[in-house]
Structure formats: C-alpha cells, structure tokens
C-alpha cells in the first residue's frame, strides 16, 4: 500500500471545459511537476458522469478532474520556497473549487504499464459508507469486496483508495462531516461495451450485490488520465 495525495477539482463556472483542461494540463501541470521528489503526478480529466452498469444512487459530487500525487513529502509537498505560493495563485485563476485528500492505495488488480494504459477507458467513483456502519466496518467489508472484484471479467486494472485525511479548504484538516467520502476507486477497462458486461455478468450482479450491503452512493466519472511526472 502507499499513500497519495489527491485533489478534487471544480473547474469555474465561467471557463469552458476545454479552456479548463488546457490550462491544467499545460500550465498547472508544468508548475505541480517542479516539485522536489515527486515520483508520480497524474491528471484525470472528467469527460463523462454517466452511472454505466450499475444502479446504485450517485452522490452530489460533480467533480470536473481529480489529480494524485505521489509526494515526498505530505507536511510540504511543494517544497518551502516561492513553489508553493505560485501553485496556490494559479490554482486560484483557473479552479472554482479544490478538496484535498490523502489517501491509502491497494492494488487489487495490477494496473497495466503506462503504453498499455493509453489505450484504455478509465473509471473513477466516490464511495460513501452506509449510515449505520463504522469506519473500520467499512474498510473490512471493502476488502472483502476486492475479492469480488477479481472475480469480475474484463476488469485490466482495479485500485482502491481509502480516505485518510480531508481538507475542504487546502492546508486546513477538515471532519468526514464536511467532506462525507470514504473511498475512491479506480478501474480500467477495454472499452465502455467491456464495462456493461462486467457489471452485468453473473460475477458483477454478485459484486453490486455485495456492494450494496456496505455503500449508500456511488459517484462514477469516466476520466481522460494524463501523467505529468
């Protein structure tokens, strides 16, 4: 398992989809790759909020990317000189929103190699835990869970990302209260046909199945994933 840092991203309402992903994509992502020790730095731009092959209640999040870092440092991980400031400043111009988390990653299924994952679909969703059920219930049960998953066809890559710690406002620790999310997971498959028939072959109904007894939402993005580091 490591941990990584993420960000969850609105773009303003006043930038077009397109002028948003350029700027993170070029600019944002030039200034974040100049980081000291940063061994991994992907972009994940949002292209799709359709619930494909499940039905299960999708949860308010409308996020517009989601970027993971792999940081040497959590307490500075844009180092302590003017780098930190200038990301704040551009992050300000062209982002109307920004949650961050610190995530714990397990590798279910190995994600294939960066050639590999070019040509694929990738899926991210945020998960919530049900009501009634304890942090470490949940993270039990989502274990299980993975065994299921496996279980699943056409499933390339699966990762799971439990939530550690929440910031609403970037630098400032916030309560699940006010960022209510406990996982997000990622999944890569061939196609969006490969997705429908693994969530509707007899080992996905079993997954969902599965899920249900231990989630109340889940929010899914298909996502165009960029590595910048």
Not at 86 to 108: C, K, P, R, W
């Amino acid at each position: 398992m490591s941990k990584v840092r993420m960000g969850l991203i609105y773009k303003k309402p006043e930038w077009s989809t397109e002028d948003f992903k350029a700027h993170w994509l070029n600019h944002h992502g030039s200034l974040v790759k100049r980081a000291p020790g940063l061994s991994q730095y992907w972009q994940n731009h949002v292209t799709d909020r359709v619930q494909r092959g499940i039905e299960f209640a999708r949860g308010p999040w409308e996020f517009d990317g989601f970027s993971q870092l792999w940081v040497a440092d959590p307490e500075a991980p844009f180092g302590r000189d003017e780098l930190p400031a200038q990301i704040l400043a551009d992050e300000s111009y062209f982002m109307g929103g920004l949650n961050i988390v610190s995530v714990q990653q397990t590798t279910v299924v190995e994600v294939p190699n960066d050639d590999v994952r070019r040509r694929l679909m990738k899926r991210m969703s945020i998960i919530r835990r049900r009501p009634e059920m304890s942090e470490q219930d949940f993270l039990r049960e989502w274990k299980v869970h993975a065994d299921y998953v496996r279980t699943m066809p056409g499933v390339l890559g699966y990762r799971q990302n439990a939530i550690v710690e929440r910031e609403v406002t970037k630098g400032s620790a916030s309560t699940y209260e006010e960022l209510p999310i406990d996982g997000i997971v990622e999944f890569w498959f061939e196609s969006t046909d490969s997705l429908q028939n693994a969530f509707g072959s007899e080992a996905g109904l079993k997954t969902m199945a599965h899920a249900k007894t231990f989630l109340s939402e889940i929010t899914a993005f298909l996502v165009d994933e960029h590595r910048i580091v």
